[in-house]
């Protein structure tokens, strides 16, 4: 059963995935590649928008962070809105994420952030 | 009609190799004195009564009684083949047993057929007769008229004697008088089995596509019922979807009309109205979009359905009509009628709306929806019946015993003029001590965490320590369901109870999740942050590996807020 949508937009070379739900076990991993998809080798960079993410567990966050392993080793950017009053902040405050993720606190501000990120070759 | 009289002068030729042919269809002759008994017999009311297969052996039987024969046969015309086939016998069964088929136009039978006349043969030659079993027996004299329903040849019904005799203008009457009462029986029956069989094909149709199974889950119970009516299949249907995130929804739908294209349309509309709401669509927009499907159908179609989703941990239960009665909630010895908005029923107008409306459904308390087909009586209004039903209903202990009284005491002993369904859905409470028996598979992580958080939720935790413990409890259950290593169908155990707190009503919460796995080290970045997570979010944790497997024991006191 899906648990979790995503939704995908994309300007000026910013996409923006939207996603809603549950992430977990169960369904972490398929999310991932379709974020991945949603992406093209172009873009700058990716703002993921958790505002309205009902749920996220251990394995939501391990999507996190090899989401940004991906992006980084194509030279782009990753930015995680997560409201402080979003559901999902509080499992994210736990697993201590904001050590390993870049994460801000509004979805504008994310795409600031990844539209002035220049193109890195590595 | 201008073909018997044509047949009726001819007549009067004699006919190479037919003997003497005696017709006279249309004015039956007198019959003498002795005869007046066995024609009651042949016309005896009570022979009604009876099916086929009893009738034709009754009128055989009294066939041969009356005119002293030593068989009487019938055979029906297969108008597939233009053949006649024999159907029924009494004296040479084996014509019957063996299939025997006679050509139209061929023999003694097929000339009776096919020139509707009754044909006397007082010595039957071999040439004469098709039929090798009546050759075999050594048949001397024949009598057979033809069996005409509304002037349509259906067969022929004819005598034989072994010995040779003659037959009489008196004895033809007595086999017309019989001919007469077996055609039209035959006739019904035919219909009736033509109509029979569209019946069990549409029955067949609405059974395949009500719901299998209905979901069941810890904290919710279901039951339904569908009874086809009397006479006909309608297009009744109900539904019970599991739907994202532990929510749950509740349909029933009435398609106007009856038989196969009534079935046929609601097996439609039911697939529709799923496959919108599992799209996750509110109530209100699911039947609008299922009304825009009907419009869309381009031919007259209408519906009437309802359409509930209940969110177990929120007790929210959002509901919308389409011209359908409304549902009954049943709280503790009473039962209420809703007070809803209907919508315009589906395929009724061009852009119908659905209001949608939001009641509580308790724990403990039951949501039924049902078809008019359960409260319609003649010369009743509505409204009292459906009072009625929810009277009926406010003595209901569960789901399942609300549908049995529903059919019990709303469907009359001789059945149903409409079709009807109905479906009971109840939110049962979550027993002190949770148990759960689960398969080790990530699909069941979602679930069982619904659970989980109606449990805390009702023993008194609040937010954020009900999320907290909920997100520690998923942790230890991936762990469960990640090293669950066995070959066969694994599973493990979740178990929730509440230490101490007796006065306060809150204490400790405790969970136990166990399994038969062997306990794995953290493994890479993510086990060891499912690790992190339970450790903040509980105040104890405990790892308790054994020969049979491992069990985590985790505690997080509930604090007054």
């Known amino acids: ?87 999902a902040s509080d499992a994210l405050r736990l697993a201590g994420v904001q050590r390993h993720v870049d994460v801000v606190g509004e979805l504008e501000e994310g795409v600031r952030a990844v539209a002035m990120s220049a193109p890195k070759t590595d | 009609m201008a073909d018997e009289e044509d047949e009726i002068s001819e007549m009067g030729r004699p006919q190479v190799g037919f003997g003497q042919i005696l017709l006279d269809v249309a004015s039956p002759v007198l019959a003498p004195a002795e005869q007046v008994r066995h024609l009651y017999r042949l016309s005896d009311p009570a022979l009604s009564e009876l099916g086929l297969e ?40 084996e014509e019957v047993e063996q299939g025997v088929r006679v050509p139209l136009g061929v023999g003694f039978a097929g000339r009776i057929a096919a020139g509707r006349i009754a044909i006397f043969m007082p010595e039957v030659s071999a040439a004469d007769i098709h039929n090798p079993i009546l050759r075999e027996k050594g048949i001397r004299s024949m009598l057979g008229v033809p069996l005409i329903v509304e002037s349509e040849l259906i067969g022929v019904l004819h005598v034989g004697s072994l010995t040779p005799r003659q037959f009489g203008q008196k004895d033809l009457a007595v086999l017309q008088l019989a001919a007469a009462r077996i055609a039209p029986g035959i006739e019904r029956a035919r219909l009736f089995s033509a109509l029979e069989h569209e019946h069990r094909t549409a029955m067949l149709l609405q059974r395949s596509l009500l719901p299998r199974a209905l979901p069941e889950t810890v904290g919710i119970k279901v039951a339904a019922r569908y009874l086809p009516a009397r006479d006909e299949v309608g297009g009744d249907w109900y539904d019970v979807i599991d739907l994202p995130r532990g929510r749950i929804g509740l349909a029933i739908g009435d398609v106007v009309g009856h038989g196969v294209r009534a079935a046929a349309l609601m097996g439609q509309l039911r697939t529709a109205l799923h496959a919108y709401a599992h799209e996750g669509h509110g109530p209100s927009h699911t039947l609008e979009l299922v009304d825009r499907f009907v419009q869309s159908m381009g031919e007259y179609a209408m519906a009437t359905a309802v359409y509930a989703v209940f969110d177990p941990e929120t007790a929210r239960l959002r509901i919308a009509t389409a011209g359908h009665p409304p549902p ?49 009586r003649r010369g009743i209004a509505l409204t009292e019946t459906i009072e009625q039903l929810a009277s009926v209903l406010s003595r209901a202990r569960s789901p399942e015993h609300a549908c049995q009284l529903a059919v019990q005491e709303m469907v009359s002993p001789e059945g149903l003029a409409d079709d009807m369904a109905i479906v009971a859905m109840q939110s049962t409470p979550i027993p002190d001590v949770l148990h759960l028996d689960l398969p080790a598979d990530p699909s069941v992580l979602s679930g069982t965490r619904r659970i989980l958080r109606r449990w805390l939720r009702e023993h008194g935790a609040e937010e954020p320590v009900l999320s907290e413990v909920a997100l520690a409890a998923n942790e230890a259950c991936a762990n469960a369901i990640e090293h669950a290593y066995s070959p066969g169908p694994a599973s493990f155990q979740l178990r929730a109870t509440i230490e101490g707190g007796e006065e306060t009503n809150l204490g400790t919460v405790v969970i136990t999740i166990s399994d038969t796995g062997q306990w794995r080290e953290p493994r890479g970045e993510n086990r060891g942050r499912g690790l992190t997570i339970i450790e903040s979010a509980m105040d104890e944790f405990e790892l308790k590996p054994s020969d049979s497997g491992t069990e985590v024991v985790m505690r997080r006191r509930i604090e007054p807020q």
């Open chain 2, 54 to 93: 009893e009738l034709l052996d009754a009128l055989l039987e009294r066939v041969r009684d009356a005119l002293s024969v030593d068989t009487a046969a019938i055979l029906l015309l297969d108008t597939d083949t233009q053949e006649l086939v024999a159907r029924s016998a009494k004296g040479i069964e």
């Open chain 2, 328 to 376: 009954i909630i049943i709280s503790e010895r009473h039962a209420r009628v809703l007070d809803v908005t209907p919508g315009a029923p589906l395929g009724g107008f061009p852009y119908g709306s659905c209001p949608e409306q939001e009641f509580t459904l308790n724990t403990s308390e039951t949501v039924v929806l049902y078809t008019d087909g359960l409260v319609e």
């Open chain 1, 1 to 87: 059963m899906n648990i979790a949508d995503i939704q995908i937009r994309g300007r000026d070379g910013v996409v923006v995935v939207s996603i809603t739900g549950e992430v977990d076990m169960s369904n972490a991993n398929d999310l991932r590649e379709a974020i991945i998809d949603a992406t093209p080798n172009d873009a700058l960079g990716l703002v993921l928008d958790c505002t309205s993410l009902a749920y996220i567990d251990s394995a939501g966050i391990h999507l996190l962070y090899r989401l940004g392993d991906n992006l980084r080793a194509r030279g782009q950017t990753l930015r995680v809105v997560i409201p402080p009053t979003s559901p």
